[in-house]
């Protein structure tokens, strides 16, 4: 389309400028043309088009001399040119367009130029998954707009930071801020700025699992969309409200609405609805059984995205329908592979949303696997992220399938346990008060819940080893004899015996090894010294020793709690983690466990403690360890 020639413009005032004054063509005029053309390509969705009469426009602009033409003129050329780019998914080269309006401003008093602009910014800037610089010039655009009393340009910078946090899935940030633009817009005449917010609080709902709200809102906003005839906005709502019926196994509606999203996404030619939805249907077809229709889609969407050659959100879902397909075809060596890589990508861009969800993905893909530790690490991570973003939906869902898995594991817990009540009866409900106050204790010492539950397992069956000793010597009433002891003292490695050729997903043989091991060295079976004895170890150590203090025996009644502890804190760095017993101690004195104490216990008891362990996250990293107590 081009003005790539042209005649040398003759110097004002000469006889040739004279002579040749009528011929000159009205630049002016020319310009005005050309953008009316490119306005009516894009209304069109013509873009290829409208951004050739723009460049055609720039080029007259900086090759001729061309009196009155205004700053304001060329804003709105590269603003539109922006808008082409950004309808056709370059989004590069649409943020360079509106770079360019800001570097016109500099030294400019333009300051609504700059607003929109950075608000512009901010918003390309997040769909590439840049969040850090989107959240910058986001943040500058809703400044500026204050400055200027704007309230209808803040509510519009609100919305897109919004955005952001919940493409971060910092939720409760996205509510406060599209709550404050709400706020706002209800001072406006503005039923499409309203109609935006809704949709986008929406999402939020969608994300944390409040589907009957989420699809209030998202009607609402399209019966909006659909009175102003917005076709475009509609279309990404109908994506919404699909998105929103799959969660809820309503499918065929689902593909109803995105079908109609689809064809309109197509016959608009807006790349980034297209892309979207072919996500969702890859993801869909997937759903019902449909993997080749569900991998043609996927394959568009990574072509789509591979000529950006950007990491973001977008990409993670393609990388994790993509292991999710090659899972669905027994090819788990290809799934594990695209996991690992959305993992990585998310923890590149900073999506602890999407990062939950992959590792989720890939916690039910070690299932199949036969690698119950590392589904349950990766579950578990999954719904720690999840209950920090107060993602109650999604947390659910995945405590359900954690659930399932350790209810196997439980089963031979239960039934060992079981085995060391019934040979020893003195010790009824032992195992399971010592693994009650030991998740007790490491709750309060903020342990992780794998390391929790490990606690918990290993306490349930430390005594294990105690079915191989013989009962005259197990349930002597007086004093044992020194080989007795010895036969006692057995225990510990006897329990490793009785397991050996089992695994489990928690590490609990070194807890049920060395329970009995002292800081000092005087314990056994091995005299292991101070942090050399395994944490867990010295956890289920205390929970021990203060429920074996605090239980009636035939040969003596039961110490009270305070006469226990006063016994334990003697030998404070000795047998016991000084700072494990001092935790403990002052928890029992605030009567924590008072319900715990020389307690009876049922036969389905350790099932409740068990569902003590799933708890919410102490921190908002839920990759943070808790520090070692450290021992003198």
């Known amino acids: 389309m081009g003005f790539t020639t042209f005649q040398r413009t003759p110097a004002p005032g000469s006889s040739d400028s004279l002579s040749r004054s009528a011929a000159c063509p009205d630049w002016n005029e020319t310009i005005d043309n050309l953008m009316r053309l490119a306005r009516q390509s894009a209304e069109a969705f013509e873009f290829d088009k409208a951004i050739d009469y723009l460049c055609s426009a720039e080029e007259i602009w900086d090759c001729k001399d061309v009196p ?33 309006i800001l570097s016109l401003c500099e030294g400019s008093s333009h300051l609504q130029v700059k607003s929109e602009t950075f608000t512009q910014i901010g918003q390309l800037l997040g769909k590439q998954g840049d969040y850090d610089r989107a959240l910058g010039y986001l943040q500058r655009a809703i400044g500026a707009y204050r400055r200027l009393d704007d309230t209808t340009g803040t509510c519009k910078a609100l919305r897109n930071l919004g955005v952001i946090y919940v493409e971060l899935g910092e939720f409760e940030e996205a509510e ?51 009175e102003c005839k917005e076709i475009r906005k509609s279309a990404y709502t109908k994506n919404n409200l699909a998105i929103t019926l799959l969660e809820q196994g309503v499918n065929d509606e ?3 609405y995105f079908r109609q999203a689809y064809e309109i996404a197509t016959q608009i030619k807006d790349a980034s609805l297209t892309l979207i939805v072919d996500i969702n249907l890859a993801d869909l077809y997937l759903k019902k059984g449909f993997p080749a229709d569900a991998r043609l889609h996927c394959d568009k969407a990574l072509e789509t995205l591979e000529q950006s050659g ?76 999840y209950a920090s973003l107060k993602a109650v939906g999604r947390r659910e869902q995945t405590e359900e399938i954690i659930s399932s898995i350790e209810l196997l594991y439980l089963e ?3 039934t060992m346990a079981l085995e060391v009540d019934q040979k020893d009866p003195y010790t009824k409900g032992h195992s399971d008060r010592v693994a009650s106050l030991a998740l007790l ?35 002597k009433e007086g004093r ?43 314990g056994y079976p091995l005299g292991l010294k101070g942090e050399d004895i395994p944490l867990g170890a010295r956890v289920v150590c205390i929970a021990d020793v203060f429920d074996a203090l605090t239980s009636d025996r035939v040969y003596r009644a039961a110490y009270t709690p305070e006469a226990a502890l006063e016994i334990m804190e003697a030998e404070s760095g000795a047998s016991f983690d000084p700072i494990l017993l001092q935790r403990f101690a002052a928890m029992i004195r605030d009567g924590v466990a008072d319900t715990v104490i020389n307690s009876r216990t049922g036969e389905k008891e350790m099932y409740s403690i068990w569902s003590k362990c799933m708890g919410e996250p102490t921190t908002e990293d839920s990759s943070t360890t808790a520090p070692e107590p450290v021992t003198s």
């Open 68 to 100: 009155g033409l205004l700053l304001e003129r060329r804003f709105e050329l590269h603003r539109e040119k922006g808008k082409a780019f950004a309808s056709q998914g370059k989004i590069e080269d649409a943020i360079a367009e509106y770079q360019r």
């Open 310 to 385: 950007t990491v973001t959100g977008n990409l993670v879902e393609v990388r994790k329908i993509a292991g999710k397909i090659a899972a669905v075809r027994g090819d788990t060596d290809t799934a594990l592979v695209c996991f690992n890589e959305a993992l990585a990508m998310c923890r590149e861009i900073g999506s602890r949303f999407l990062e939950a969800d992959v590792m989720l993905e890939r916690g039910l893909l070690h299932r199949t696997t036969n690698r119950p530790y590392d589904a349950l690490n990766d579950l578990e991570g999954s719904y720690h992220l």
């Open 254 to 256: 689902a593909f109803d």
């Open 480 to 522: 044992l004899s020194d080989d007795e002891f010895r036969q006692i003292k057995q225990h510990p490695q006897l329990g490793l015996e009785l397991l050996e050729g089992k695994e489990f997903p928690w590490d609990i043989k070194p807890i049920i090894l060395h329970h009995h091991e002292k800081l000092d060295g005087r």
């Open 176 to 226: 406060i801020t599209l709550e404050e633009a709400v706020s706002l817009a209800k001072t406006l005449d503005d039923r499409m700025l309203h109609a935006d917010l809704v949709n986008n609080l929406g999402a939020i709902q969608n994300m944390r699992g409040n589907w009957r709200r989420a699809l209030e809102l998202y009607h609402e906003s399209l019966a909006t969309y659909t």
């Open 412 to 414: 031979i817990f239960n």
């Open 441 to 475: 204790l490491g709750q309060e010492m903020g342990l992780q819940t794998s390391m929790l539950k490990t606690v918990v397992a290993g306490a349930l069956l430390h005594d294990i080893g105690k079915v191989l000793i013989d009962d005259a010597v197990l349930k």
